[in-house]
């Protein structure tokens, strides 16, 4: 079966700085791959997705960028706030609403 | 448009005992799917419905069931309860087959 890689664990940056949070991903059917937040006390929030037949996504400050070649795609943050804190978990599946693995997840903290 | 709804949003069980977990799709939503997190296992599928149909299973023990309802509305029951059965059970609803997944807020369940 799939599986999906996270790293790092944790991260810390500055207010202002970008983030970058990197996974790989075992199954070459894969197809979908979404990035959630979660928020403490929450539910995963979608925040972005990327199908295979796309290398990169943006919505305002925030991108991902897959390499089907390689087997990895990553989240970037640009210009990142205080509220952007919180747990990210990347995901993938051969079809978007099913089977979703899942990574580690990595906690950001944006430091004020 | 209201999110995915689940209740209750806390419940404390003995060991031995079942439960039943209730969730309500985002309006329009015709597939559910239900997902087990736990500190140490990280995010984890256990089923997907549509249109009243098990779509696909992941690998949990029969312990472990669901169905959906003709109006979307999604069940999970969990018979037989042990103490690693403690966890956030998460529902999320996508409008239909590979289309976006979200979550709901979960159903925390803790077994003494």
């Known amino acids: 079966g799939e599986n999906v890689e996270q790293h790092p664990s944790t991260l810390s940056v500055q207010e202002g700085d970008s983030a970058v949070i990197k996974c790989t991903y075992s199954?070459?059917?894969?197809?979908?791959f979404p990035w959630y937040k979660q928020e403490l006390g929450k539910g995963p929030q979608l925040i972005i997705d990327i199908r295979s037949n796309v290398g990169e996504k943006k919505d305002q400050r925030i991108a991902v960028t897959l390499n089907k070649t390689a087997k990895h795609f990553s989240l970037h943050i640009t210009e990142t706030q205080p509220e952007d804190s919180a747990v990210y978990f990347c995901?993938?599946?051969?079809?978007?609403?099913?089977?979703?693995?899942f990574g580690k997840g990595i906690t950001l903290s944006v430091r004020p | 448009k209201a999110g995915v709804t689940q209740t209750p949003r806390y419940l404390i069980k003995t060991r031995g005992q079942q439960v039943t977990l209730s969730c309500s799709p985002i309006?329009?939503?015709?597939?559910v799917s239900w997902y087990q997190q736990t500190p140490g296992q990280g995010l984890q599928f256990l089923f997907e419905?549509?249109?009243?149909?098990?779509?696909n299973k992941g690998n949990f023990p029969g312990r472990f069931s669901g169905r959906q309802f003709s109006n979307s509305r999604s069940e999970m029951n969990v018979s037989t309860l042990e103490l690693g059965d403690s966890a956030l059970y998460l529902c999320?609803?996508?409008?239909?087959?590979?289309?976006?997944?979200?979550f709901g807020s979960g159903t925390q369940l803790s077994v003494l």
């Open positions: 419905y549509f249109s009243e149909t098990q779509r």
């Open positions: 995901a993938a599946s051969v079809v978007a609403n099913s089977k979703l693995t």
């Open positions: 199954d070459s059917a894969s197809n979908y």
């Open positions: 309006s329009g939503h015709r597939s």
């Open positions: 999320a609803s996508s409008q239909g087959v590979d289309e976006k997944l979200f």
